[in-house]
């Protein structure tokens, strides 16, 4: 799958702009604000139906405008596709394929498969779970439909079984037949997730190992655990368990929703004991082994991005990354650089078609 052609309509800083796309290399080079990051998060706009950085559609309109428009033509299993997301001030977002305008913006997901890498990935690390779970569930549901309807549903029901203690609480009243429902919905909507995450977390983690294996030449061990309470409990039980607690919380304390994962290097939290440039490699690896993961259950060749990640990686590290990406595996690749003469160095190392755009 290949991006052919993008353009923007005052899409965040840009008014207009159009590019017309390698279809192996594209490089985005310039000042700090130019809007380098901002083409990369236009095309992962277009795969996911919102902004990486910023998912609140209003504050990526141009400020001097009441509208934006991001226009993709791609090239994907010898067919043509054109995907546009449109915006406007007051309105629902539209997300249309080939013309037709798509009711539900989950059925989108997964149709152009894509993995950014950013300084903004840190926030895996650094914050709390709900961060690392959006992580584990963007690669799963990329390629399972079902896994993306019951986070859906799941999801929605948890808010629903909230809206209700909330209710309870108010009202000075309390039904537990009512609350049941909810907890059995609850139940077997997570009893899905759970499965499905603990089945991902199995195959990923060797590949995700492979990966910094490569990018740190084998000098750490790392390690990926998936932490879910219903390891040891069912989820029906659980909300039996924590049903005072969740009253006076007016929440639902327990489920799936507060699923983790742990990051660790030589057997300690990466978080406290590893250095700038391990944690660097460790998200390159995370995201590198979500290429794999994707690549092997879609069938499809994911878009890569790359935005300003040579930034505080020692030399040897970006050889390394440049070495991996220099193969077949890998398809179409998108990077944003303030160094020109830096990233074509780099690029020309690579011996692939490249076109560099100065903004």
Known sequence: MILKALSLINYKNF??????????????????????????????????????FNPITVQNINHDADFFVIDGSYEKQDREEKVIISAKRGQKKVI???????????????FLPLVIISPADRDLIIEGSETRRK?????????DRQYLDT??????????????????NANHTFNKETLSIYNAQMNSLG??????????VDAFTPVFKARYESISGAKETVKLKYKSQLH??????????????????????????????????????????????????YLIALKLAQFDFIKSQSNTTPLLLLDDI?????ENRVTQIIDLVNDDNFGQLFIS?????????IIKEIHQTYKLFKL
């Open 15 to 52: 008014e207009t702009a159009s590019f017309i796309l390698d279809k192996k290399i594209n490089c985005f080079v310039g000042n700090n604000g130019v809007g380098k990051t901002n083409v990369l998060d236009a095309i992962y706009h277009l795969s996911f139906g919102k902004s990486y």
């Open 337 to 345: 650089d303030t160094h020109a003469d830096r990233t074509e160095a």
């Open 135 to 143: 992580f584990m569930d963007g690669v799963i549901a990329q390629s």
């Open 310 to 314: 040579f930034d505080k990686l020692d």
């Open 151 to 168: 986070l859906i549903k799941y999801n929605k029901t948890v808010a629903q079984r909230n809206a209700l203690l909330k209710y309870f």
């Open 191 to 200: 009893q899905i997730l759970f499965e499905k995450r603990n089945a991902f």
């Open 232 to 281: 040891d409990n069912t989820l029906d039980k659980l909300l039996e368990e924590n049903l005072s607690k969740d009253r006076a919380l007016n929440y639902t304390s327990v489920g799936t929703h507060r699923d983790d994962l742990s990051f660790k290097i030589e057997g300690h939290p990466i978080k406290k004991f590893g250095s700038q440039g391990q944690q660097k490699s």
């Open 96 to 110: 249309k394929r080939n013309g037709k305008v798509y009711e539900r913006f989950s059925d989108h997901i997964g």
